[in-house]
């Protein structure tokens, strides 16, 4: 894709992978089938759910969402991934976190079959992760991945700094630029002088929770910014983890929020589902 602004848009991107997506769906002999667990109540989390769920629809691939009442046991909720597990016709499961108090969220992930973690959490996803390459690999890094390829952004030698070190974000990014040849800083909370460090980015990447935490003086000058924050702020809209007024005029490409990672999130859990579907129908 042609850089003709300095935009990333995610937007556009996920729409081009969504239609290379149906384009491989509608050949296929059955459709691919994601089902999405939602425990509680959860705003937010119903609102992914929901977005997830449209945009399954959209590529041909059936998407189920089975709601779990807010105080189930882990017992019961362990029994219906069980279930799922052995179900033929579904070939993607995503438990939609974070989960309520009672229920050991690495215990769940734990039980997921592998071949049908389209989240790539699983401890088995992660550990070929760091080895070579996973089956299913964690959907929003592979977003940020992903952008930056489609826009024939240069990875390789570039010093690229994460600020974050999560374990769906931060920590499995830095292994995937590590594959692509990029130095790798991680940064945290208790990284000393962080505007000092992130100012030696060539790529930076913010994925911390704090709405507009990244501001100019964080950022080299020509960078690429790739902001993967959602926030809510108190006027009720969306903004991301990077102060885009203040940054955007500085650097030579950045995501915006919204409209940069979290569409491209969606359509890597989309082609993370296509997958799942080819690996075990062709095993069968
Ligand atoms: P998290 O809370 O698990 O991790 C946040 C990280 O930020 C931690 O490693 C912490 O050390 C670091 N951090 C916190 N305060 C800091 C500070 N003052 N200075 C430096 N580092 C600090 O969060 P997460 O799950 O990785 O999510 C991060 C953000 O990305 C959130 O806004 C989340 O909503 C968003 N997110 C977006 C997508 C998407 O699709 N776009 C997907 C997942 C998460």
Known sequence: MKIIN???DGKAVSQQIKAEITEIVSKLSSPPKLSVILVGNNFASSVYVKNKSQACIVCGIQSEVITLDENISEAELLKKIHELNQDNHTHGILVQLPLPKQIREDRIIENIDPRKDVDGFHPLNVGHLFLKKAMLEPCTPVGVIEI??????PIAGKHVVIIGRSN??????????????????YCHSKTRDLPSVAQTADILIAAIGKAQFVTDEFVKTNAVIIDVGINRLPNGKLAGDVDFEKVSPKVSAITPVPGGV???TIAILLKNTLKAYQNIMHKK
């Open 6 to 8: 300095k935009i990333l």
């Open 148 to 153: 930056l390829k489609r826009y024939a952004l």
């Open 168 to 185: 769906i974000v931060g920590k499995p990014l830095g292994i995937m630029f590590l594959r692509e040849n990029a130095t790798v800083t």
């Open 262 to 264: 979290g569409p491209m």
